[in-house]
């Protein structure tokens, strides 16, 4: 019932603010956008594992530091070419791709290059499954989102026609039928 003290000590409304849930849901929301976007990510390392370079006790100093040369030379290549192509818990095919070579500048080496850049691939191939030849950093990767988007924009279309036919089902089955003259 309204009466004439309600009107005479009216104390206004205070406009209500966010409570603790809005604030709640919106970090959770920025938590799972940090989350989403910082994936773990393998490379090869800037140095190759030991197992990588060969050693031979009948080689001298000058054999043994051109032996390393063309071990790093291989791995910069893997780091910088290979790795890109590949999946990290996949073996790596038989045969070296055409993109695993060591540059022009490499012939002054003075070595069979054909046989080095096979016997170098098969030693990539072992290392590519030992543990201390990766390692592990997190990176900022925002391309869910824009894939995301894209599965959107591909599939909305379908939605649509999915809930358009979806109402006119239901009209269909809740309008009584007409008798036809």
Do not use: C
């Not at 959770?28 to 989350?35: A, D, K, M, Q, S």
């Not at 290979?82 to 003075?110: C, E, W």
């Amino acid at each position: 019932m309204y009466t004439y003290e309600d009107n005479l000590f009216y104390k206004p409304q205070k406009r209500k603010r966010p409570g603790w849930g809005m604030w709640a849901f919106v970090v959770i929301l920025v938590l799972l956008f940090v989350y989403r976007s910082t994936r773990p990510v393998m490379r090869l390392r800037a140095d190759p594992p030991p197992s990588f370079y060969d050693y031979n006790m009948n080689w001298n100093k000058e054999e043994r530091q051109h032996e390393r040369r063309l071990a790093q030379a291989y791995w910069q290549v893997a780091v910088n070419r290979i790795q890109t192509h590949y999946a990290v818990k996949r073996p790596l095919p038989p045969d070296p791709p055409p993109s695993f070579y060591i540059s022009d500048a490499a012939n002054s080496m003075g070595r069979d290059l054909i046989a080095s850049r096979i016997h170098y691939w098969y030693r990539l191939r072992e290392a590519w499954r030992q543990r201390d030849a990766w390692v592990e950093s997190y990176r900022w990767n925002t391309d869910w989102v824009e894939r995301s988007m894209d599965s959107i924009w591909q599939n909305a279309p379908h939605w649509m026609s999915n809930s358009i036919q979806s109402v006119i089902e239901w009209l269909n089955s809740t309008v009584p039928k007409m008798p036809s003259p």
